[in-house]
């Protein structure tokens, strides 16, 4: 968290001296394209092609700070394509998978200064996706709209296909199909519904007069499993993964790569 309190402590210094940096560190970001594995990208010609998208999907290794800073250039990168198109009437929206949908005010107080970072950092448990794998997925999904979450509707079951690659993370072996994960991925799943639900609920209540920046783990949305197939086809969307200079780049894992060192 001390790279956090850094960047609020530059915020709260100023703006503009903050988006200098960013700028400047943009120019040294490294990019790989995932449809031509081997085509080196640079930051400008990344932006350029999300241009065109409502939505940006950044999947990110957690508490790398390398990412954390490249999700700053392209939130401001976004706020200025954002800016130049709409003449200031758009806004960009930050959805984080970190949050769930019951620690929104959280978030709010957070950016309205009535809480401290420190009161931030204090997650709540993860209530429902412990209950899905315990009392099952009906029991769960109407949890969640009794307590004012979503209508039950926007859980969509995963794929047999996206079962086979969330079992492989965890096995390591992506050959070998094994069932002893069975019982977890609705968790798994129920995290990747509620999140493009709420991205979905963003754009539909805007009327398209927005642009949306979702950072989740790369686990959510690499090879455009989980969050982006719950995406409606219809919204443009741009996927980012990331991942270090030393691994392999696998082919269509999302439109794009952002590689950093460790």
């Not at 085509?39 to 290794?61: H, N, P």
């Amino acid at each position: 968290m001390n790279f956090i309190r850094d960047l609020h402590e530059d915020c709260m210094a100023g703006w503009t001296n903050l988006r200098g940096n960013l700028r400047k560190l943009s120019k040294s970001l490294q990019f790989v394209s995932a449809r031509n594995p081997g085509s080196k990208l640079t930051f400008d010609t990344v932006m350029s092609e999300a241009k065109k998208a409502t939505i940006v999907l950044f999947g990110e290794q957690h508490h790398q700070p390398s990412i954390l800073k490249a999700q700053l250039c392209v939130l401001e990168r976004m706020v200025s394509q954002t800016i130049e198109q709409s003449h200031g009437a758009f806004p960009v929206t930050v959805v984080l998978e970190m949050f769930n949908l019951h620690q929104q005010p959280l978030l709010d107080a957070y950016q309205a200064n009535e809480i401290s970072l420190e009161e931030l950092r204090r997650f709540v448990p993860k209530t429902f996706c412990r209950m899905i794998v315990e009392e099952g997925k009906t029991y769960a999904l109407e949890k969640i709209e009794q307590t004012g979450g979503p209508p039950r509707e926007f859980y969509v079951d995963g794929s047999e296909e996206h079962y086979r690659y969330f079992q492989g993370l965890i096995s390591g072996n992506l050959d070998i199909v094994v069932d002893k994960y069975r019982r977890i991925f609705p968790a798994q799943v129920l995290r990747d519904s509620s999140f493009a639900y709420t991205i979905m609920d963003i754009v539909q209540k805007s009327e398209g007069q927005t642009r949306i920046l979702g950072i989740c783990g790369s686990g959510h949305l690499d090879f455009k499993f989980g969050i982006p197939e719950r995406i409606s086809p219809e919204v443009p969307t741009y996927v980012l993964t990331s991942g270090t200079l030393d691994d392999p780049v696998e082919s269509n894992v999302a439109d794009c790569i952002y590689q950093y060192s460790h």
